[in-house]
T-cell receptor, first 114, second 116 residues
Framework: NAGVTQTPKFQVLKTGQSMTLQCAQDMNHEYMSWYRQDPGMGLRLIHYSVGAGITDQGEVPNGYNVSRSTTEDFPLRLLSAAPSQTSVYFC?????????????FGPGTRLTVL | AQKITQTQPGMFVQEKEAVTLDCTYDTSDQSYGLFWYKQPSSGEMIFLIY??????QNATEGRYSLNFQKARKSANLVISASQLGDSAMYFCAMREGEDSSYKLIFGSGTRLLVRP
């Protein structure tokens, strides 16, 4: 199993550009989430999904869109990049059904917006 | 109000000694779970240990143990016999409610440096 994979690892954008951060998992997990980590801070939830076709907003959703057309993929779209979106982005997945659901994290995407 | 508070931005520990990383939390839910993650300089998030709010015994995983004091709303991580490879950022996180681990709330982290 590859686990949770994210592409690209690094990306530099100019203000106003759009792009999609890719996330995929091969563990058949129902739950997937996107977090951002700003320097010196913990992770903050952007969007999450509890299954294909179901998404919802987290703590910091503004400026981001998500969709979940398959169980495996959960892309994060930046519609019009802003310098405030410079951050490290983590995708995570977990399975449902028990109180303890470890979230498996991808390696992260480091995004810089100029 | 912060839901997860880690008051130690940075800590030092001598190799082979034990160290405690503090975490306090705030929730009105009766059912919740507490996690600790390690983030080395390479950046990945590594799960260490989990404690459920109904678990009566403190969780342990190898050299990691979680000192869970429910009345004080604290969930401190204890690392015994520190190793150089333990140098990293450590994050405390919480899920609120049943079966909601897809939306964890994280603290700001503690940077641990292990001295040889």
């Amino acid at each position: 199993n590859a686990g949770v994979t994210q592409t690209p690892k690094f990306q530099v954008l100019k203000t106003g550009q759009s792009m999609t951060l890719q996330c995929a998992q091969d563990m058949n997990h129902e739950y997937m989430s996107w977090y951002r980590q700003d320097p010196g801070m913990g992770l903050r939830l952007i969007h999450y999904s509890v299954g294909a076709g179901i998404t919802d907003q987290g703590e910091v959703p503004n400026g981001y869109n998500v969709s979940r057309s398959t169980t495996e993929d959960f892309p994060l779209r930046l519609l019009s990049a802003a310098p405030s979106q410079t951050s490290v982005y983590f995708c995570a997945s977990s399975y449902e059904g028990t109180a303890f659901n470890e979230q498996f994290f991808g390696p992260g995407t480091r995004l810089t917006v100029l | 109000a912060q839901k997860i508070t880690q008051t130690q931005p940075g800590m030092f520990v001598q190799e082979k000694e034990a160290v405690t990383l503090d975490c306090t939390y705030d929730t009105s839910d009766q059912s919740y779970g507490l996690f600790w993650y390690k983030q080395p300089s390479s950046g990945e998030m590594i799960f260490l240990i989990y404690q459920g709010s109904y678990d009566e015994q403190n969780a342990t995983e190898g050299r990691y143990s979680l000192n869970f004091q429910k009345a004080r709303k604290s969930a401190n991580l204890v690392i015994s016999a520190s190793q150089l490879g333990d140098s990293a950022m450590y994050f405390c996180a919480m899920r609120e409610g049943e079966d909601s681990s897809y939306k964890l709330i994280f603290g700001s982290g503690t940077r641990l440096l292990v001295r040889p």
